[in-house]
């Protein structure tokens, strides 16, 4: 949330702001979110293949138990924060997809239809790619693998350019990446779930109705989404489908809708304002009753006036950006080379990734985006040239955090495959970066 005006400059002179005004000049930073996660991406590297590796793995495998009365749940440190913790990662990129469609690039067609196309071609080309070196058996299933983009390295990478690449092309990646994310977890929920619980799933079906009914019916309290929520990941926990589904689907139902109409909110504020001034305190340093009657009564307006989703967006990402992801990074980027990397690197699945990644991700989005101009259905992000797509591309092929997910998911029993996958997904990502960074550092400016 951003403060503006004469109220931002009494707030940033309390001494706590200006103590902790270089962590909240890194958390404003576009790449923070990108560093971080690439510090616990190091740090998990060196940890896995240190002498100390044993401790690495007994603490992702650590039991976490919770239970209330005979109903309980048991399940390991690194089944929690993938199973629970990516739940709330998804939940926001949930929000974001919704923001998206009702008022962002994707509400309307003729603007979302290039990042849309571009996207479909960023996720066919690349699991054309791994097919090609995986064509049959157990690795095949790695597929979806090279389909992901990681929306905060790429943004972070490209926020690092700064005014060379011009801002269209920034709205372009971000809305890519919205539509690279439903692809994602559409992926996950048709083929990678083993078998489905009916039960389960008639659960979550309910519960996922009684968030659409509470939406309906117009409740915006917070905590309601959540506790319901929490039964929808439950259900979907026990039903076979991934409980990260649950995210999408819980946030799909947040009321985004303002209750106070707009032109009535100036009026109103006003109004209140014009109380305020005229019922002075004689204390300087107190308020009236009248004026805190007038101020509860505005602050009841401003939260009428932003919508729950908008609310819930802005008190979760950091959570999700500065928490989440970087424990995740910890927990799955450590890998525990057993062979000699040459021998790695020339695996099938290590291969089909970085093939998918470097080469798949840029001529998928570049090809597609050039068909979708050329064929007059969609125009070229302003101020933005063909180079400056295909470097764009390279950074859609950054697959990091999804990817590492659904090669968990693709390789389940199989942490040799596992190993192999992330192994092709760091090398690919970061060759990705490299490129892309090149191509668009020697782009023209705005």
Same mark, same amino acid.
């Given at each position: ?8 400059? *009494? ?31 190091? *740090? ?152 489905? *619980? ?46 990260? *589904? ?201």
């Amino acid at each position: 949330m951003r403060i503006i005006g004469k109220v931002a400059e *009494v707030l940033m002179e309390k001494p706590i702001y200006k103590i902790t005004s270089p962590f909240r000049w890194f958390a404003g930073f576009g790449a923070a979110g990108g560093f971080l996660l690439l510090l616990c991406s190091v *740090v998990a590297m060196i940890w896995a293949n240190s002498p100390f590796y044993e401790s690495y793995f007994e603490i992702l495998e650590t039991k976490l138990s919770f239970s209330l009365g005979s109903i309980g749940l048991s399940k390991g440190l690194i089944l929690w924060i993938n199973d629970a913790l990516m739940a709330v990662f998804f939940f926001v990129v949930g929000l974001e997809i919704k923001r998206e469609f009702l008022v962002g690039e994707l509400s309307k067609l003729k603007k979302a239809l290039l990042p849309l196309i571009a996207a479909l071609g960023g996720m066919i080309v690349p699991a054309l790619f791994y097919f090609w070196v995986n064509p049959e058996g157990a690795k095949a299933n790695g597929w979806g693998i090279p389909m992901a983009t990681d929306i905060a390295f790429a943004l972070g990478f490209l926020a690092l350019l700064g005014d060379r690449v011009p801002n269209s092309l920034k709205v372009f990646l971000t809305a890519l990446a919205i539509v690279d994310d439903i692809g994602a977890v559409l992926v996950i929920g048709l083929f990678y779930t083993d078998t489905v *619980v009916l039960i389960a799933l008639g659960l979550a079906i309910l519960f996922f109705a009684i968030l659409i009914a509470g939406n309906a019916l117009g409740i915006r309290t917070a905590w309601f989404y959540l506790i319901v929520g929490i039964f929808l990941w439950l259900a979907f926990l026990k039903s076979g489908i991934h409980a990260t *589904v649950a995210g999408v689907l819980a946030a799909f139902t947040i009321p985004a809708r303002t209750l106070f109409d707009r032109k009535e909110f100036v009026r109103e504020s006003k109004n209140l304002l014009y109380f305020f001034e005229e019922n002075e305190s004689n204390n300087k340093d107190m308020i009236s009753a009248e004026q805190e009657s007038a101020v509860n009564t505005l602050e009841a307006a401003c939260e009428s006036v932003i919508p729950p989703l908008l609310r819930l967006e802005h008190a979760i990402f950091p959570w999700v950006t500065f928490a989440i992801m970087p424990i995740f990074a910890l927990a799955n980027a450590g890998v525990r080379l057993e062979k000699p990397i040459v021998d790695a690197l020339s695996d099938e699945v290590t291969l089909g990734i970085i093939a998918g990644l470097v080469l798949g991700k840029p001529i998928g989005i570049f090809f597609f985006s050039w068909l979708a101009v050329k064929s007059k259905l969609a125009d070229l992000p302003s101020f933005s040239n063909w180079r400056q797509i295909l470097g764009a591309g390279f950074l859609g092929g950054i697959g990091f955090t999804m990817s590492i997910f659904i090669a968990g998911l693709a390789f389940k029993g199989e942490l040799g495959f596992q190993s192999d996958a992330k192994i092709g997904i760091l090398t690919g990502s970061l060759l990705s970066a490299v490129i892309g960074m090149a191509l668009l550092f020697k782009s023209k400016k705005d």
